[in-house]
């Protein structure tokens, strides 16, 4: 497509729910990544993938979140059992490479009741 | 650790003043840098960015930014800002380190123009 988009736009669930975001990134682009924008935290990395391997999960901040990448393309990210802390903007950012631009998405904003 | 600093939270202005955005990095390794603006309910647009080459880098909007080694810095400027241009401002920086060169966002500054 002509740029990263992202589903849902928002998300309201219940606290101890599941959630899965999905993230399509820009055509051709082989990098991807997933950020979380709040208030307290700002801009936060969360994890990144080259094709379909994550290299880089540092920033997931508990094992309650998990994230695939399937046929170097559509991205998922899943939270278990959400909490109120979870609830924050969700952003995925794709590029060509490592170290160029990130393209970025119009972000999913959760929100855990 | 690696990090990011815009000093300023908040920088009110008037319209068609000059305008400058502080940003500084944290690192001795190589760096890749960028600015990002965030118009309210919308996502990141690129600026501008410098990868390598001239240290002066233009960008959209009529926003240009420094790249100063020596004072790991990359300071955002525009000599007449728009009403228009009232939104968020993010510096953020790519540290060649580890694998999986993440952006490093600063906190971000808030930009208000005043008619």
């Known amino acids: 497509g002509a740029g990263v988009s992202q589903s849902p736009s928002n998300k309201v669930t219940e606290k101890g729910k599941d959630v899965e975001l999905r993230c399509d990134p820009i055509?051709?682009?082989?990098?991807l990544y997933w950020y979380r924008q709040s208030l307290g935290q700002g801009l936060e990395f969360l994890i990144y993938?080259?094709?379909?391997?994550?290299?880089?999960k540092s920033g997931l901040p508990s094992d309650r979140f998990s994230a695939e990448r399937t046929g170097g393309s559509v991205s998922t990210l899943t939270i278990q059992r959400t909490q109120q802390e979870d609830s924050a903007v969700y952003l995925c950012?794709?590029?060509?490479?490592?170290?160029?631009?990130?393209?970025f998405g119009p972000g999913t904003r959760l929100t855990v009741l | 650790a690696q990090s990011v600093t815009q000093l300023d939270s908040q920088v009110p202005v008037f319209e068609e003043a000059p305008v400058e955005l502080r940003c500084n990095y944290s690192s001795s390794v190589s760096v890749y840098l960028f600015w990002y603006v965030q118009y309210p309910n919308q996502g990141l647009q690129l600026l501008l960015k410098?990868?390598?080459?001239?240290?002066l880098v233009k960008g959209i909007n009529g926003f240009e930014a420094e790249f100063n080694k020596s004072q790991t810095s990359f300071h955002l400027r525009k000599p007449s800002v728009h009403i228009s241009d009232t939104a968020e401002y993010f510096c953020a920086v790519i540290f060649e380190t580890g694998s999986a060169r993440q952006l490093t966002f600063g906190s971000g500054t808030q930009l208000t123009v005043l008619p």
């Open positions: 950012a794709s590029s060509l490479g490592r170290n160029n631009e990130q393209f």
């Open positions: 055509s051709g682009h082989t990098a």
């Open positions: 410098y990868l390598s080459g001239s240290t």
């Open positions: 993938f080259q094709g379909n391997s994550a290299p880089d």
